[in-house]
């Protein structure tokens, strides 16, 4: 069953929103996903590190 929240989640965040959300810094993700540890995406420019990857890397 969908809710409301589950529905204006993000499916990606940026560098500077997953900083924001999982209060890592941003030399830290980089450290992450230079390990493998954290997975991105790179669209265009931008990169994007999946929601999903930033919940699994939080919880251990």
């Known amino acids: 069953m969908n809710t409301l929240h589950d ?3 993000p499916l990606a965040y940026s560098i500077n929103e997953a900083s924001r959300v999982s209060s890592l810094g941003r030399t ?3 450290q992450l996903i230079g ?3 954290l997975e991105v995406r790179k669209i265009g420019k931008r990169t994007l590190i999946p929601a999903a990857s930033l919940r699994a890397l939080i919880a251990g």
């Open 35 to 37: 390990e493998g540890r």
């Open 28 to 30: 830290r993700l980089y």
């Open 7 to 9: 529905a204006l989640e």
